[in-house]
């Protein structure tokens, strides 16, 4: 896959490499410079040392994304530790609120400090996407909120991982993508490893369990759009609008959830935002190194270590119905990402 994972950086290599290489040969054919076996070693030896450092170059890069997305999903599963300690003591629309502004300030430093500055940045050419966007996202994160103060972290998430499945459902709707026979079987094997976990027919299903399906579908339909986005603009200009038209929404609600932060809390609201704003921006780091069904399969450490973190501050361990059906939702996702590389091989390449 890396060899595959062209870079504008890789293929300048390559070009030049081979265009030297090109050069020799011509000349050496047309006889205006006599090139003997001997001396023409070197020649394609400097061509394969070229490969060689364009193939590290990308490896390199690859190492990059999937390093910084493992350590985005990380800080994903400690906001979600800081966001489920808050809970019992603050509202949660209060916490999403200050989750919000965090990420507006993030993301503006973050849109200041790209190339062209906030003037060249801060342009869309999607604003309606760009504001439903950071609505879906707002309101993804009070349905988390809510469905991890009534379940355990762990479950919240592993029911969460559905969401690839949701995506590729709406893809076929939004996108307009075609899916075969096959993805069908395993969009059907990660609904079973749901209804494994929500065992409808052991009683009534729970309100944090029904809050975090619905986040995870909303969540499927801002990664919808996101994809819809990043054909028109640029990565730090959709992360700005996310933090922007959420931080807005949440504004007129700040006379009526404010609450005094105790001093004994303050430490933990920072810590909130630090999370937030270092998982977001690990996210845009990662795929401005890798495509994103290369790092796909990544995303599933979140669940490692959302169950690590509950077990470590919480003391929840999630029963074996979670195991099962967040396993079979895991192999309904990674069987789904693969029959697409099947399908179209360069979507591991762009």
């Known amino acids: 896959m890396a060899e595959g ?10 070009r030049l490499g081979a265009a030297i290489a090109r050069l020799a040969r011509t000349l050496a054919h047309k006889g205006r410079v006599p090139v003997k076996a001997a001396a023409a070693a070197p020649l394609r030896q400097a061509e394969m040392a070229v490969e060689a450092a364009s193939g590290n170059l990308e490896t ?20 979600d530790a800081a966001t489920k300690s808050l809970v019992s003591s603050y509202p949660i629309s ?3 609120m ?18 062209g500055g906030i003037r060249s940045n801060i342009r869309t050419k999607r604003p309606v996407l760009q504001f439903w966007r ?20 762990g479950e919240t998430t592993a029911l969460y991982e559905a969401y690839p499945l949701f995506c590729t459902i709406l893809a076929v709707f939004i996108l307009h993508e075609t899916i075969g026979w096959r993805r069908i079987a395993g969009l059907l094997i990660g609904f079973s490893g749901i209804l494994v976990m929500v ?18 579908l909303l969540f499927a339909f801002y990664v919808v759009l996101t994809r819809l986005a990043a054909t028109s603009d640029r990565p730090q200009t959709s ?13 007129p609600a700040l006379p009526f959830i404010w609450r005094p932060i105790a001093w004994g809390d303050i430490w933990l609201f920072a810590a909130l935002g630090v999370f937030c704003v270092s998982a977001h921006f690990c996210m845009i780091k990662a795929l401005s190194l890798a495509s994103v069904a290369v790092l796909q399969p990544f995303n599933y450490s979140q669940l490692v270590w959302s169950i690590l973190v509950g077990f470590l ?3 929840d361990i999630p029963d074996k119905y979670v195991f099962i059906g967040a396993g079979l939702i895991v192999f309904s996702g990674l069987f789904v990402l693969f029959r697409g590389y099947v399908r179209k091989p360069r979507i591991f390449v762009e």
């Open 5 to 14: 994972n062209k870079t504008p950086a890789g293929n300048r290599i390559r």
């Open 60 to 79: 390199g890069r690859l190492g990059w994304g999937i390093a910084f997305l493992v350590t985005g999903t990380f800080m994903f599963a400690l906001q």
């Open 94 to 96: 209060f916490i999403i």
């Open 98 to 115: 200050i989750r919000c502004f965090a990420l507006f300030i993030g993301s503006f430093l973050l849109l200041s400090a790209s190339p």
């Open 134 to 153: 950071g609505a879906l996202v707002m309101s993804q994160w009070l349905l988390a909120a809510y469905s991890m103060r009534e379940l355990g972290l």
């Open 199 to 216: 065992r409808p027919g052991a009683g009534a299903v729970s309100i944090g369990t029904l809050c975090a399906l619905a986040g995870a």
């Open 239 to 251: 992360f700005f609008y996310m933090g922007a038209v959420s931080a807005a929404l949440m504004l």
């Open 313 to 315: 501050v919480f003391g």
